[in-house]
């Protein structure tokens, strides 16, 4: 009898072996995959294995969103989400992007990634993350420059930072005799609003801009880099950072940073008295989004001005809550 059922056991057995290996021959990996077809479905097989072919099943990339990675060195499909960023934000090729991203990778998390690209290209993460650049040291990239007002913390550094909508300052007078250029630049909405706040300065004497010139606007880190470094030569190392910014640490770098100089002001003139200028600035330059950067006690030479929208967000909500009282 036990032999009986031996022979039967073994037989299921073997009946069971036979139908998996039929089964096997006839899998399909790609079954679930709703987007296979002839053309793509070698090139999968071909480069992806089982593991890979199963989180492209679980995540269901369309081919477009992966095919031209196939058969690319170091291409891992789990990074596929990075990779496509990437491309979107930088004029980088398939292969130099995959080596990038593959080591910034192991730099922040995807969500901190997607953040950096907001503000940064993705050669400048590379620069900041993977390169000996100088001026970074142990500092930490500012995570939103946007969110910066009147200081950068310091342990941070705006290194390469850019703005992507800088625009040439035309309709204001300035004299820039620092930055090697005839022009200013500054962010759109700065732009707009310092024209609507000159245009308004009018009133102060009746002149152009209430007869303020405007001596500085956007810096680039390349900009400040030589100032920083024509400084050291002339002052040293322990008197620099009276006469110029660190690479990375200056607030002009923003693009939302000015400063403008009443014309008929002498440098020389040790007076306590405040301007007329600065009288009105200090009164009314909120109304336009701007703040002082520089202290406002005593009479200024020069004013430093930034742009903050949430100056005007919270004249509006002041309005509101007038109105309803």
């Known amino acids: ?38 053309d793509n479905r070698k090139l999968i097989l071909e480069y992806l294995d089982t593991e890979e072919i199963n989180f492209l099943i679980e995540r269901q990339y369309k081919p477009e969103e992966f095919m031209s990675y196939l058969g690319i060195e170091d291409f891992n499909i789990r990074y596929l989400d990075w990779y496509n960023q990437a491309i979107q934000n930088d004029q980088l090729g398939i292969e130099e992007t995959i080596q990038v991203v593959n080591q910034l990778k192991n730099k922040m998390n995807y969500s901190q990634f997607l953040e950096y690209l907001k503000h940064y290209s ?41 703005p992507n909508d800088l625009v040439v300052v035309e309709e204001i007078p300035a004299i820039n005799s620092t930055q090697g250029s005839e022009t200013f630049q500054l962010r759109k909405e700065t732009n707009d609003h310092l024209i609507m706040l000159c245009q308004a300065a009018f009133e102060i004497n009746e002149k152009t801009c209430g007869n303020m010139v405007m001596t500085q606007g956007y810096v680039s880190f390349e900009q400040q880099e ?44 040790i007076s306590s008295e405040k301007t007329a200028q600065q009288i009105w600035l200090e009164e009314h330059a909120k109304n336009f989004g701007f703040e002082f950067i520089n202290a406002s006690n005593n ?7 930034q742009y903050n929208p949430k100056l005007l967000m919270s004249d509006v909500k002041a309005e509101g809550n007038d109105n309803h009282d």
């Open 299 to 305: 009479r200024l030479k020069e004013f430093v001005l």
């Open 1 to 38: 009898m036990q032999l009986k059922r031996g022979f039967f056991i073994g037989a299921l057995l073997v009946l069971f072996l036979c139908c998996y290996h039929n089964m096997n021959q006839h899998y399909d990996e790609l079954a679930r995959y709703q987007y296979v077809n002839d």
């Open 226 to 269: 030589m100032v920083y470094e024509d400084a050291l030569l002339r002052y040293g190392i322990d008197d620099v950072k009276k006469y110029a910014d660190y690479p990375g640490k200056s607030l002009f770098q923003l693009g939302t940073v000015l400063k403008l100089v009443p014309v008929s002001l002498n440098e020389d003139d």
């Open 122 to 162: 993705v050669s400048q993460l590379s620069d900041f993350y993977l390169e000996d650049s100088d001026f970074v040291h142990d500092l930490k990239l500012v995570n939103d420059p946007s969110s910066i007002i009147k200081e950068i913390p310091a342990s941070e550094t705006l290194f390469t930072y850019y």
